[in-house]
């Protein structure tokens, strides 16, 4: 679908919407934490790719991988731009509720299974660098102070962790 959506097939990408809104809805959702801005990521997700669906090479990633990061960045880029005009006295009601996020019962199956598993290799310390960074969008800082560790161990250890994560879903 992909390919002849970057020949301006119309038909092609309204049958991706159908197939793939749902679990991009959820990795908005699960990021931005408010319904009417992961609507606005997802509208901006799918002009993503009709822009670029020229560029996708699947190079070793699966279509709905790539999918899944396109929404991922542009939900976290939306996150980052809201959270510079926040107030800081807000923050703790941003915090993740316990229990199931829409995301992870969207994602609860296909890939999401191998990137548990990839993920549950890693070590602690390691696991919720990767997580913070992400899934929920924080920066290195944050994780830094966070994690009680120096920024660029923060650096080291998401830069070892997305190569281990990326032999681990080679296999």
Request: one cysteine or more; glycine letters at 6%.
């Amino acid at each position: 679908m992909i390919a002849r959506i970057s020949l301006a097939d119309r038909r092609a990408f309204s049958q991706l919407y159908d197939s793939t809104s749902s679990k991009l809805f959820g990795v908005c959702l699960r990021v931005l934490k408010n319904r009417a801005a992961a609507e606005d990521a997802l509208q901006e997700t799918y002009m993503k790719v009709w822009r670029y669906a020229s560029k996708y090479q699947s190079g070793g990633i699966s279509p709905m991988t790539w999918l899944i990061t396109i929404a991922r960045n542009t939900a976290i880029d939306k996150l980052r731009a809201t959270r510079q005009a926040e107030d800081i006295s807000g923050m703790h009601e941003t915090l993740a509720a316990p229990g199931l996020t829409p995301e992870q019962a969207v994602i609860a199956g296909g890939e999401a299974t191998r990137i548990a598993v990839c993920l549950a290799e890693l070590d602690d310390p390691r696991d919720r660098a990767v997580r913070g960074a992400y899934l929920e969008g924080r920066s290195y800082a944050e994780l830094a102070e966070t994690l009680n560790v120096p920024l660029n161990t923060v650096r080291t250890w998401l830069r070892r962790s997305l190569i281990s994560l990326k032999e681990c879903m080679s296999k």
